[in-house]
C-alpha cells in the first residue's frame, strides 16, 4: 500500500464513517417527512410497506443499499417504492461527507477552478476535528433539520417546530458545553493577534474568525452589555410564554381554524386531506386543502397587537439586562476603561462558556426576531399574514446554532433565492411552476451563507468598509 494512502486512511475511514452517518440520518429524515404531517409517532410502530403493511426487516431498512438492492420494489408485494427515499438518504450522506472534508481534509489553500475552495471552512476548523467535533455536530444538525424542514414546509406549507427545537437545544447543550469544558480543561483565553487565541497551561494555540472568541459569533470576553441583553430576552421569553399559558395573554389567530371551517363548508366539493401516502402520487386539486387561506383572514392585522404583546416582556427584559449586567460588572470589578481607539473595556473578562452561552441566546433572539420583525410590520402594511411563525423557528434555530450574524445574512439573501426560483419555475414549468412557501427559501439561503463564506465577507467588507466579520460590542 502506497505511503501517501497509509498516511490518509484514517481521513477516509472517517469521511466514510460520516457518509454512513448521513445516509441514516436520511432515512431518519424519510420518516419524519412522512410521519411529522400526519402527526404520527415517529418512533412507533417501525418501518412497514405502506402497500401490503409488511414490517420491514433491517435488510429493506439499510439507508441507499436496501432500495438498489430491491431494485425500487417491496420484497413482499412487489409494489414500487418511491425512488425519493434512496434519493433524500444520498443527498445527506454526501453533503455531511462533503461539510467534513471542506472542514478538516481539504488543506485552506486548496483551490479548483480558480476558486480557493479551502477558504469555505469556517476558521474554527483550523483548530482540528478532534478539539471543535461538537461545534460540527451541532451544524450536521442543522442542516439535517433543514432538508426536514425544507421538504415538508414544501409539501404541506407548515414547519413542525419539534424540526427547529431540536437544532436549538442541540447548539445550546453543545455549544455552552464544549467552551466549558474548553475553559475547564486549558484554562481562559488570551488574545494575541486578531482571531488568534493562546491558553497557558497546557500551551495551546485556537484559531477564531479575526473578531470572534469562540465557534460562532460572540459578543468578545468583556461585553457584559451583550450577555445582558441575551440573557435577559430569554428570560422575557419564558415571562411571555407563562403569560400565554396562564391565559393573561391570547395566542395569536386563535379563532383562525373556526373561521376557516366556516368557510369551507360554504364552498362544496373542498376537502381536507392528509399528504398522500406515497410522494409520487400527489392528491389531486378536487380534494386537497387550499393553500391559500390564509391570505383570506380578516383580522391580520388585530392579531399583530396580540404578537407585539407577546414580544413586549423580551425586549424590556433584554434592554433591563444589558443595562444591570454593566451595573453589576462597575459595583462589583470597577469602572470601565477606555481603550486605544477610544472603546470602553471592561474591567473583569467573562467565564468562556458565559459568553457562549449569551452568544447562543442572543443568535436565538435575533435570527428570529428579525424575521418576526418583518412578520408583524408587513402584515400590518398588508393585512394578511406576512410570513409564518414556522419560518421565525427556523431561523431562530439557525441564529442559535451559527451565532446571530448568518441567520441576518440569509435571511436578506432568501429574496434572491425566491427570485431565482420564479425565474427558473417559470422557464421550466410543471411541477415547479408553483407557489412556494418562504421555509425553502431560508433553508437554501442559509447553506449559500455557510457555504459561501468567503464571498459574504469579501461583500460585507466592501459594503461596510470593514476588514473582519461583525461583532456586537
Request: charged share 15%.
Amino acid at each position: 500500500m502506497p505511503d501517501w494512502l497509509i498516511m490518509r486512511l484514517p481521513m477516509i475511514t472517517t469521511t466514510l464513517f460520516v457518509f454512513a452517518v448521513g445516509a441514516c440520518v436520511g432515512s431518519l429524515i424519510n420518516v419524519l417527512v412522512y410521519r411529522l404531517p400526519r402527526g404520527l409517532d415517529v418512533v412507533t410502530p417501525t418501518s412497514r410497506c405502506p402497500s401490503c403493511g409488511t414490517k420491514l426487516t433491517w435488510r429493506e431498512n439499510i439507508p441507499i443499499l436496501g432500495w438498489l438492492l430491491l431494485r425500487g420494489r417491496c420484497r413482499f408485494c412487489q409494489s414500487k417504492i418511491s425512488a425519493e427515499y434512496p434519493t433524500i438518504e444520498a443527498i445527506v450522506a454526501v453533503m455531511f461527507a462533503g461539510f467534513f472534508m471542506l472542514w478538516y481534509v481539504i488543506p485552506s489553500d486548496a483551490t479548483m477552478l480558480g476558486v480557493n475552495i479551502g477558504a469555505i471552512a469556517p476558521e474554527w476548523a483550523r483548530n482540528g476535528a478532534a478539539l471543535t467535533w461538537p461545534a460540527f455536530v451541532v451544524l450536521l444538525v442543522l442542516i439535517g433539520s433543514l432538508v426536514a424542514m425544507t421538504i415538508i414546509d414544501a409539501r404541506t406549507c407548515t414547519i413542525p417546530l419539534i424540526l427547529t427545537w431540536v437544532p436549538a437545544l442541540t447548539a445550546l447543550v453543545l455549544h455552552t458545553g464544549h467552551a466549558l469544558w474548553f475553559e475547564w480543561r486549558f484554562g481562559p483565553l488570551v488574545q494575541g493577534i486578531p482571531g488568534l487565541w493562546r491558553t497557558e497551561t497546557p500551551r495551546l494555540l485556537w484559531n477564531t474568525a479575526p473578531s470572534e472568541v469562540w465557534t460562532l459569533a460572540t459578543g468578545g470576553l468583556d461585553g457584559w452589555r451583550f450577555i445582558g441583553w441575551a440573557i435577559g430576552g430569554m428570560l422575557g421569553l419564558c415571562v411571555s410564554n407563562l403569560l400565554l399559558y396562564k391565559g393573561l395573554i391570547r395566542r395569536s389567530f386563535a379563532d383562525y381554524e373556526a373561521w376557516e371551517k366556516t368557510v369551507l363548508a360554504q364552498r362544496p366539493g373542498t376537502l381536507d386531506t392528509t399528504p398522500p401516502e406515497d410522494p409520487e402520487q400527489p392528491s389531486t386539486p378536487e380534494a386537497s386543502h387550499p393553500t391559500d387561506m390564509w391570505v383570506q383572514y380578516p383580522h391580520a392585522r388585530r392579531e399583530m397587537i396580540r404578537e407585539l404583546a407577546f414580544l413586549a416582556p423580551a425586549a424590556l427584559f433584554a434592554m433591563a439586562g444589558g443595562w444591570l449586567a454593566v451595573q453589576l460588572v462597575v459595583r462589583f470589578a470597577g469602572p470601565w476603561e477606555i481603550g486605544e481607539q477610544g472603546m470602553l473595556i471592561a474591567p473583569v473578562q467573562a467565564p468562556l462558556w458565559l459568553v457562549v452561552l449569551a452568544a447562543v441566546c442572543m443568535g436565538y433572539l435575533i435570527g428570529g426576531g428579525i424575521v418576526w420583525g418583518v412578520r408583524i410590520f408587513g402584515t400590518i402594511a398588508f393585512g394578511k399574514e406576512a410570513m409564518g411563525l414556522g419560518d421565525v423557528h427556523l431561523m431562530a434555530a439557525v441564529g442559535a446554532c451559527l451565532g446571530w450574524i448568518d441567520p441576518v445574512i440569509a435571511f436578506f439573501l432568501a429574496a434572491f433565492v425566491g427570485v431565482a426560483w420564479a425565474v427558473l419555475s417559470k422557464l421550466v414549468g410543471g411541477k415547479l411552476n408553483r407557489a412556494m412557501p418562504y421555509g425553502p427559501f431560508l433553508a437554501v439561503a442559509t447553506l449559500l451563507v455557510i457555504l459561501g463564506k468567503p464571498l459574504v465577507e469579501i461583500g460585507l467588507g466592501r459594503l461596510l468598509g470593514m476588514t473582519g466579520p461583525l461583532s456586537l460590542p
